[in-house]
T-cell receptor, first 118, second 118 residues
Framework: GAVVSQHPSWVICKSGTSVKIECRSL??????MFWYRQFPKQSLMLMAT?????????EQGVEKDKFLINHASLTLSTLTVTSAHPEDSSFYIC??????????????FGPGTRLTVT | AQKITQTQPGMFVQEKEAVTLDCTYD???????LFWYKQPSSGEMIFLIY??????QNATEGRYSLNFQKARKSANLVISASQLGDSAMYFC???????????????FGSGTRLLVRP
């Protein structure tokens, strides 16, 4: 149980275009979803926290107009990188937290999406 | 502000031996949670073990145990009987306490790369 999927697993896009990454909780309802970015050989940096039906809370230094987050349902959150540039190339990982019990204690991570902007 | 420190960028261990990965933390919150995750080269984040700040006993999960020393603010991961498949990045993370309005977000350390020698 507690499986989180991400789609796509990898994407290559041209500079200036937008790309959408989906994060789904497959077998539980996710009250909260988190989006992280990880550059090579570095740690995970939290970008934003999203709760279903409300606006995302962005971490300091993360441009909310560039990284659009939508948490439309209890099982789906999307991250859209708008007007992507090569410096946005990174590994994007989402995680989800459930509503009760152990699901609410841990964060369950998706497999990640590797974005390359050319 | 909360902070997680992992001072070992890389560690070697001989197969079948035990290894300790260090993690220290800093928080003023009396209630918090500590996590260890394993990230193999595929990029997925694998949950290993959790320790709550009020837990009386050290957490154990199979070959993983957490040496929790609250007064020293350390939460070291001990892996017993190392296996070749244990070679990966290991991240220590902290979550603020569960209370009304808590974001449940995780703050990660910089990670330790463990290599298991045959």
């Amino acid at each position: 149980g507690a499986v989180v999927s991400q789609h796509p697993s990898w994407v290559i896009c041209k500079s200036g275009t937008s790309v959408k990454i989906e994060c789904r909780s497959l077998d539980f309802q996710a009250t909260t979803m988190f989006w992280y970015r990880q550059f090579p050989k570095q740690s995970l940096m939290l970008m934003a926290t999203s709760n279903e039906g409300s606006k995302a809370t962005y971490e300091q230094g993360v441009e909310k107009d560039k990284f659009l987050i939508n948490h439309a349902s209890l099982t789906l959150s999307t991250l859209t990188v708008t007007s992507a540039h090569p410096e946005d190339s990174s590994f994007y990982i989402c995680s989800a937290r459930g509503t009760s019990g152990r699901l609410s204690v841990e964060q369950y991570f998706g497999p990640g999406t590797r974005l390359t902007v050319t | 502000a909360q902070k997680i420190t992992q001072t070992q960028p890389g560690m070697f261990v001989q197969e079948k031996e035990a290894v300790t990965l260090d993690c220290t933390y800093d928080t003023s919150d009396p209630s918090y949670g500590l996590f260890w995750y394993k990230q193999p080269s595929s990029g997925e984040m694998i949950f290993l073990i959790y320790q709550g700040s009020y837990d009386q006993q050290n957490a154990t999960e199979g070959r993983y145990s957490l040496n929790f020393q609250k007064a020293r603010k350390s939460a070291n991961l001990v892996i017993s009987a190392s296996q070749l498949g244990d070679s990966a990045m290991y991240f220590c993370a902290m979550r603020e306490g569960r209370r009304l309005g808590s974001s449940y977000k995780l703050i990660f350390g910089s990670g330790t790369r463990l290599l298991v020698r045959p």
